[in-house]
């Protein structure tokens, strides 16, 4: 079963602007984490966030997690072209070891 | 370099004729994963190691097989291919630390 869904399922943007995807979940969970896929290329992980953080900074990369809204956003500051690609949140819960909970993503396009 | 290698990248089958993709990895993780991803979908798991030996079915385990007779290793195994089973696999692992998956570079299966 899929427990992160990804809101919204498409975003395009210009150059310059940021992007702002959200993950809501269904279950508790010990960490999410959110990965980015190049056009039918493996997906890369990007950034973990533990249950009991709130949020998490990695370059241009912002994401915040609100366990009471089982809720998670990622913010992509100052996108670049480069950033065009589809992002997936993913969620641990905990309870069955090492397997990772997926949602459907969302394509970011960014303009030049 | 830490990597998960997938092989065949690309292969076009013709329906009932056994295949196998194979699946490695270099980091000594315990935890290997399949997924298939269809548009749309998102990323669906298909079977799961906890370790070797231990195996288990993901969401959509019909139709496909595997093992893990060795730590490193984690094939899938199409036993009778049906033009259904048509999409882009993804093998990954991930260690005990519940960190980040490493995902190989995808196959994308064509059965006629």
């Known amino acids: 079963s899929q427990q992160g869904e990804e809101d919204p399922q498409a975003l395009s943007i210009q150059e310059g602007e940021n992007a702002t995807m959200n993950c809501s979940y269904k279950t508790s969970i010990n960490n999410l984490q959110w990965y980015r896929q190049n056009s039918g290329r493996g997906l890369v992980h990007l950034i973990l966030i533990r249950s009991n953080e709130r949020e998490k900074h990695s370059g241009r990369l912002r994401v915040t997690l609100d366990t009471s809204k089982k809720s998670s956003s990622l913010l992509i500051t100052a996108s670049r072209a480069a950033d065009t690609a589809s992002y997936f949140c993913a969620t641990d819960r905990g309870s069955t070891l090492g397997r990772l909970y997926f949602g459907r993503g969302t394509q970011l396009t960014v303009w030049p | 370099e830490a990597q998960v290698t997938q092989n065949p990248r690309y292969l076009i089958t013709v329906t009932g004729k056994k295949l196998t993709v194979t699946c490695s990895q270099n980091m000594n993780h315990e935890y290997m994963s399949w997924y298939r991803q269809d548009p749309g979908l998102g990323l669906r798991q298909i079977y799961y190691s906890m370790n070797v030996e231990v195996t288990d079915k993901g969401d959509v385990p019909e139709g496909y097989k595997v093992s893990r007779k060795e730590k490193r290793n984690f094939p899938l195994i199409l036993e009778s291919p049906s033009p259904n089973q048509t999409s882009l696999y993804f093998c990954?692992?991930?260690?005990?630390?519940?960190?980040?998956?490493?995902f190989g570079q995808g196959t994308r299966l064509t059965v006629v």
């Open positions: 990954a692992s991930r260690g005990q630390g519940r960190g980040e998956a490493f």
